[in-house]
């Protein structure tokens, strides 16, 4: 009697997790696809931001606070990539749980609005601090994601460069 009752029990269970919707393992959908190519998009313009904060430049008062808005806004994005991360790169890892993936829409535009402050502030000074001829225009197309394809968040608004944030 004792046995039918675990396997009565077992049944129901199976029967009870079976029945439960599973989200499918979506590395290769669109929703993940753009987070995966947006973040590309980042690296890029952030390699280009550092690769140009790192250019000595003959200061004035004016352009060290320039230059340290732009490196606040850029850590800041940094770090939120950082927190941010975790969730889109372990989209999979949720098909093998029993509930939803967490929104990520939210945290998407968080960790990006700190990119889009320091590419504005970066263009805002473009005729003040002298970047270098071509770096420059080299920083434009990796922030604006000439070499990448318009770089757009989840919903397919352009996340920075012409139509930014």
């Given at each position: 009697m004792q046995p039918l009752r675990?396997?009565?029990?077992l049944a129901s269970y199976a029967s009870i997790i079976n029945a439960?919707?599973?989200p499918t393992c979506d590395d290769n959908g669109p929703e993940a696809r753009a987070l995966f190519h947006s973040t590309a998009c980042a690296r890029s313009c952030l390699a280009a931001l550092e690769d140009q904060l790192s250019t000595p430049t003959a200061g004035t008062i004016t352009k060290e606070l320039q230059l340290h808005t732009i490196r606040e806004s850029y850590i800041n994005f940094a770090t939120?990539?950082?927190n941010f991360e975790p969730v889109q790169d372990r989209l999979c890892q949720?098909?093998?749980l029993v509930?939803?993936?967490?929104?990520t829409l939210e945290t998407h535009d968080r960790a990006w609005r700190p990119l889009g402050q320091a590419?504005?502030?970066?263009r805002a000074v473009?005729?003040?601090v002298n970047w270098g001829g071509s770096g420059m225009r080299e920083l434009q197309a990796a922030c604006e994601g000439a070499s990448l394809g318009?770089?757009?968040d989840i919903r397919g608004k352009v996340v920075y460069g012409r139509d930014e944030l």
């Open positions: 675990v396997l009565v029990l439960l919707k599973q939120a990539v950082e949720w098909q093998r509930k939803f993936p967490p929104r590419w504005e502030v970066m473009e005729g003040v318009k770089c757009k």
